[in-house]
C-alpha cells in the first residue's frame, strides 16, 4: 500500500544518508503515482500496481547514489515554473528565486528593459523574468552547449521568448546597452569541493560550480554595456557579499546593495551603473 511503501522508501533514503528521506519518499512516490504529496495521504491505503512498484524502484536507486532529486524527478518548480532539469546544469535554488526578486524591483517601471542572463544554465532565472516581466527582452548566454540545450528546452516547455547564445564570460559580456545583467556565476573555491554533498559533489556539471575569477569577471564586463544607471545583480557565496560589494564599489558602481535570502543570509549583491538610474 502507498502508506508502506512510503515508509520504506523513506527508510531506504535515510540509510543511504539523505538529508531529508521522508520528503524525498513523498516526492518520488508521488511523482510515481502522479499526484501531490498531500494526496498520497488521501489514498494511503491504496495498492501499486507492478508497474508503479517498478517505476518506484528505479527512482529510489538513482536517489540512494545521491543522484539530485530534482534529477531524479526530471522537473522542479523556480518561482511560477515548472522547468525540466538534468545533468546539463544546477538544480534552480531557492536563493537563486531571491536574485530574480531582486531583479524585478531594479525593473519596476521599465516597459521593455533588455536584460541579460550570464552563466544561464536551465534558463530558469531568464525565464522566470521574461514570465514575470512580460515587457522584458531577455538574452541568455551560457558557454556550455548542453545548457544552452536545456535552456531552449524549457524555453519551448513554457512558451516564453528569451534569445540563447553561446557566450564565454571571460572574454567579456554582450554589447549592450543593457538595462540590467544578472548573474549566477560559478563561484565555489576548488579547494571547497570536497566539503560539498555528494548531491553537489559528484552531479552537478563542475564548470557551473567552479571557476575562479567569475564573479569579478561579470562585474567588471557589466561595467562596460550596461547603460547608464543600468543595473547588476549577483548572486555570491554564502559570507562573500560583503567582499563583492566592496569589489563592486571600487570599479565604480553606485547604490550598492546587499539582500538576504530566505534564510537570512546575504546571498544577492546588486549595484548601478554611473550616471542615471534604472
Known amino acids: 500500500m502507498v502508506a508502506g511503501a512510503l515508509r520504506h522508501v523513506a527508510e531506504r533514503l535515510a540509510a543511504a544518508g539523505v538529508e531529508a528521506p521522508t520528503v524525498d519518499a513523498e516526492h518520488l512516490l508521488a511523482h510515481v503515482l502522479r499526484t501531490t504529496r498531500a494526496g498520497l495521504y488521501a489514498e494511503s491505503r491504496r495498492r501499486l500496481t507492478e508497474a508503479e512498484r517498478r517505476a518506484l524502484a528505479r527512482l529510489v536507486a538513482r536517489r540512494e547514489r545521491r543522484e539530485p532529486l530534482a534529477y531524479c524527478l526530471g522537473e522542479w518548480g523556480f518561482r511560477r515554473l515548472t522547468l525540466r532539469v538534468d545533468a546539463r546544469a544546477l538544480v534552480p535554488r531557492p536563493e537563486t528565486e531571491v536574485v530574480v526578486e531582486r531583479c524585478l524591483a531594479l525593473l519596476r517601471g521599465r516597459n521593455e528593459p533588455r536584460v541579460l542572463d550570464v552563466g544561464t544554465g536551465s534558463g530558469a532565472m531568464a525565464l522566470a523574468l521574461a514570465d514575470e516581466h512580460p515587457g522584458a527582452r531577455v538574452t541568455a548566454i551560457d558557454v556550455s552547449d548542453g545548457a544552452l540545450a536545456l535552456a531552449a528546452e524549457n524555453a519551448a516547455l513554457t512558451g516564453l521568448a ?8 571571460f572574454t567579456g559580456l554582450p554589447t ?10 560559478p563561484y565555489v573555491q576548488p579547494g571547497e569541493i570536497g566539503a ?22 561579470v562585474a567588471a564586463g557589466a561595467l562596460a554595456v550596461l547603460r547608464p544607471g543600468g543595473a547588476l545583480v549577483l548572486e555570491v557565496a554564502d559570507g562573500d557579499a560583503h567582499r563583492v560589494a566592496g569589489f563592486l564599489r571600487e570599479l565604480g558602481y553606485e547604490e550598492v546593495q546587499i539582500t538576504t535570502d530566505l534564510a537570512g543570509r546575504d546571498r544577492v549583491v546588486s549595484g548601478l551603473r554611473p550616471g542615471g538610474r534604472a
Open 162 to 169: 528569451v534569445e540563447l547564445r553561446r557566450h564565454d564570460l
Open 176 to 185: 549592450g546597452p543593457w538595462d540590467l545583467v544578472v548573474s549566477n556565476p
Open 196 to 217: 560539498l554533498e555528494p548531491e553537489v559533489r559528484e552531479w552537478e556539471p563542475r564548470g557551473a560550480l567552479v571557476a575562479e575569477g567569475a564573479t569579478e569577471a
